[in-house]
């Protein structure tokens, strides 16, 4: 691990210091000589890595000398970039020259513009002679340039004793029936995934599967082939081939092996378990499978593997992700392995401490066996104790635990590898949000998009992903929209983290002081409901921290107060001035101070559901800012004047904030914005409508406020909303309805605001003034819009054809006074409401008529509705 962010700064250093625009720009100011010495330190130091990085787990030396790159690395990061601040703020006022501009656009975020030549020699200087003394220690230490090698996974067999398998009974049942089935699959065979982490279980369920009586009946060839690392299309077919018949036929060209496959399989049912497959290669598959494209219908093939790309690919919907083991499962399968028995029952002495070492594997079969196998010879107490009370837990070393782990994190590039020790700043049991993940992670500088032609935002989302695959995250257990990480792999995380990364937990606070602070550049903090001075006092030394993040085992909507004394602020804010990422969300402070104006690193900033007012003027200072979340800060009833000073905000989430009535102006500037939660419309002093036009990058869910105060519907228009790709978008206008209100005009600026219509999918219009909707609303060019909600509306007469949405699965309708009747125009033509789930009335004071079928109703309820009309009607139809 410590060879990770090392490695990735060093590359992002070479790539700027050998371009042309930079050499051009160095030599103007002097410092040409300086930077290829630097380079060329750089360059010998590079070569080593690989060898380092290998040795680091069995040689402390080396671990310590790459510790001390890393810091290093760290160190000219925060160097340059405090320098592109300067440079950047000076810009700002004054436009530089061309040379200047030209280097920006070459030169990676980590790494802008090495100006201010007369501060930097000795900078330069005294970096060069660190990186030239680490150079000089490879000979001590034996490094030498190495080629980069994957590690190898071991393979599996289809043998299995199945006299140890527990508490697999389900799943075999419900695996069995996906075997069974023919389908309705276009092919005549189909795939059965078996997905999970490395240690669950995948191999071991496709081996019983493999091995089951009925199954062998079922399927008139069989073939297990163990594919691990490369997916090598030769290997697999000639394995293959010799499985189903029976014999070594050597065949050297492919295809002529796979001409021999497919005659073997033809009009043959068979099974085919492909184990530990790693492949994202759509084309790969799809040339191996052209050898089983004239089987019998029915063949299966079983996939057993973590990561899940190659499954999407495929249109593989329903993926049997395999699950931990209950906790008397876990006992069973721990004892049969340390005691020879299924419970702790003849050894009850032992049994405190096997539970605490059960508990601790967390369910995962791996861990329980390999740690049972490692006491099968221990029936001393004290033996089990150790194990119980050993540093492998404090610690976090899961690799000692379960090596599936440790593989699976060593195939990881080095940047994912950053990412994945970025989490062992969560707790256990912690649900995180992808998003905000993904801002944390750019908030560091982590996504380097200087090799990429992509935006930070895209790569975040695609390693997001690819942790996700690889089961690395997984989804929590009753909220799908947030994620978890194992315990053991938390633990492996938290080894992998070393002396970066520290979680400050109650259990670590008396034992604070003793820390060495001032290693660390990423510090989470375990809330408490009181926060004392002395808590946080000892982290004034921690002077080199870039991450200072409060989390909360509790999700983050609850009620649960956290009380943080405002001394706490502003002694410690002006220690850590090399911060890019400051949480201070949950706590119960009214007020931000102003110190944090001179935070010019800080790239995050997360004030959400705080008591804050206002935001001091000098935020406006903080020009690296890219994340400002305000969500839940119900006390807030302003934004800094200066706002459209911070010129690289791409993140503003201002949801939940009832007091704000107002946007400043200006904020049209920010060509950067993405994420705009709300907007509101000013009238004469405030924002205009029209500003929207430059902003052009804006996605994502957004609330447009004050719509009666467009004047001009070709206003409207200039924001240009079609050309947004707006997944959520709620259209608010006044709910006074007075002489003002013209519905002509109304109607115009509706119609003007059309979304975009293949990323819409929840809109919402409220106390809009028209008698009807525009043609938009309803069209089915909407073929993703899943939620319509209509509230308000109270001159509108008739409803638009919403049944018409074929993907439309929850509509919410109140307060339309003028609505007598719902059917037909509700319906539009052909079938209606194909998809839909949840239907919600309130409030239809007028509603006289129901002309849609009942029967259809019953059909996707499951029982009858009841329907009258009144002050207040509700319809809910659930599928």
Request: proline share 3%; with cysteine.
């Amino acid at each position: 691990m410590a060879e990770i962010i090392a490695s990735e700064i060093l590359k992002a250093l070479l790539k700027t210091l050998a371009s042309e625009a930079f050499n051009t720009y160095d030599r103007s100011k002097g410092i040409h000589s300086e930077l290829k010495k630097l380079e060329s330190t750089l360059i010998k130091i590079q070569s080593l890595l690989n060898d380092a990085s290998q040795k680091e787990t069995t040689n402390e030396a080396v671990q310590q000398w790459l510790n001390d790159l890393r810091h290093l690395a760290y160190d000219v990061d925060d160097v340059l970039d405090d320098l592109a601040t300067e440079d950047m703020r000076r810009e700002f006022d004054q436009q530089s020259g061309a040379i200047t501009s030209q280097v920006r656009k070459l030169v990676p975020t980590c790494c802008i513009n090495l100006s201010l030549s007369e501060r930097l020699h000795p900078k330069l200087d005294n970096i060069t002679a660190k990186f030239e003394d680490l150079e000089k220690e490879k000979d001590r230490l034996g490094l030498i340039n190495l080629k980069d090698e994957k590690p190898k996974r071991p393979y599996q067999t289809s043998l299995l004793d199945t006299s140890r398998i527990v508490g697999r009974q389900e799943e075999i049942k419900e695996l069995l029936v996906k075997l069974f089935e023919n389908g309705s699959c276009t092919q005549n065979f189909s795939i059965v995934p078996i997905v999970g982490m490395g240690g669950l279980g995948k191999t071991t369920l496709a081996k019983l599967l493999y091995d089951d009586a009925e199954v062998k009946k079922h399927f008139e060839l069989k073939a297990w082939v163990s594919v691990s690392d490369q997916f090598d299309i030769f290997n697999i077919s000639k394995v293959i081939l010799q499985s189903v018949q029976g014999k070594d036929k050597e065949l050297t060209d492919q295809n002529l092996l796979q001409v021999a496959l497919k005659n073997q399989l033809k009009e043959k049912r068979f099974l085919i378990v492909l184990d530990d497959v790693w492949s994202e290669s759509y084309d790969d598959w799809q040339t191996l499978v052209s050898s089983f494209k004239e089987c019998a219908p029915g063949s299966k093939i079983i996939m057993t593997t973590r990561k899940v790309q190659l499954l999407t690919k495929l249109g593989c919907v329903h993926l049997h992700h395999v699950q931990t083991l209950s906790h008397d499962d876990a006992v069973s399968l721990f004892a049969q392995h340390a005691l020879g028995a299924d419970n702790f029952d003849s050894h009850p002495f032992l049994k405190q401490y096997g539970e605490g070492i059960v508990e601790k594997c967390d369910g995962l079969p791996l861990a329980l066996t390999v740690l049972g196998r490692s006491l099968r010879t221990k029936n001393d107490e004290e033996e089990w104790k150790e194990l119980l009370n050993n540093e492998i837990w404090r610690l976090g070393k899961t690799d000692e635990i379960v090596p599936a782990l440790r593989l699976s994190y060593n195939d990881l590039s080095a940047c994912l590898k950053q990412l994945f020790a970025y989490c062992s700043l969560f707790p256990k049991d912690y649900m995180f949000d992808k998003d905000d993940l993904i801002l944390l992670w750019m908030g560091e500088g982590f996504l380097n998009t200087s090799s990429s032609n992509k935006s930070v935002e895209r790569l975040g989302v695609e390693y997001f992903e690819e942790l996700l695959s690889r089961s690395l995250f997984q989804h929590a257990p009753n909220n799908k929209s947030l994620f978890v990480m194992h315990d053991l792999l938390n633990d492996l995380a938290t080894s992998v983290a070393r002396e970066f990364f520290l979680r400050l937990d109650v259990q670590k606070v008396k034992d604070f002081r003793k820390e060495a602070l001032e290693k660390y550049r990423h510090m989470s903090v375990v809330r408490e409901e009181y926060e004392a001075y002395s808590k946080f006092k000892p982290i004034k030394s921690a002077t080199s921290l870039r991450t200072f993040l409060p989390v909360s085992v509790e999700l983050e909507d609850s009620w649960e107060e956290f009380y943080l004394s405002s001394k706490i602020l502003v002694d410690l804010l002006p220690e850590l001035p090399f911060l890019r990422v400051l949480s201070l969300s949950g706590y119960f402070i009214s007020e931000v101070p102003e110190t944090i104006g001179s935070l010019k690193h800080l790239r995050y900033l997360n004030l959400s559901r705080t008591l804050i007012t206002c935001l001091p003027e000098n935020v406006g200072n903080l020009f690296n800012l890219q994340s400002l979340i305000l969500y839940r800060c119900n006390s807030l009833s302003m934004l800094p004047i200066n706002f459209s000073k911070l010129i690289n905000l791409r993140h503003l989430d201002i949801r939940e904030t009832p007091l704000l009535s107002k946007i400043p102006l200006g904020i049209g500037k920010l060509k950067c914005l993405q994420t705009l939660s709300k907007i509101i419309i000013g009238g004469d002093n405030g924002l205009a409508i029209t500003e929207l036009k430059d902003l052009a990058n804006l996605h994502g869910k957004t609330h447009i406020k004050g719509l009666e105060k467009v004047e001009i519907a070709s206003h409207a228009s200039e924001a240009n909303l079609s050309q947004k790709r707006l997944s959520g978008l709620e259209l608010e206008w006044s709910d006074v309805f007075n002489d003002s209100r013209k519905e002509s005009l109304e109607k115009e600026v509706l119609n003007a605001l059309k979304p975009h219509s293949e990323s819409l999918i929840k809109l919402g219009i409220v106390s809009y003034g028209g008698i009807e909707f525009p043609d938009w609303v309803g069209d089915t060019s909407y073929l993703n819009l899943i939620s319509v909600s209509l509230r308000g509306c109270k001159h509108c007469t008739s409803l638009p054809p919403l049944g018409q949405l074929p993907s439309l699965k929850e509509l919410y309708i109140e307060d339309i006074n003028e609505v007598k009747a719902m059917g037909s125009e509700l319906m539009g033509t052909g079938r209606a409401f194909t998809s839909l789930e949840v239907l919600e009335l309130r409030n239809m004071k007028r509603l006289e008529v129901w002309s849609t079928p009942i029967e259809w109703s019953i059909e996707k309820a499951g029982s009858s509705c009841f329907i009258s009309p009144g002050v207040e009607n509700r319809i809910y139809v659930r599928a």
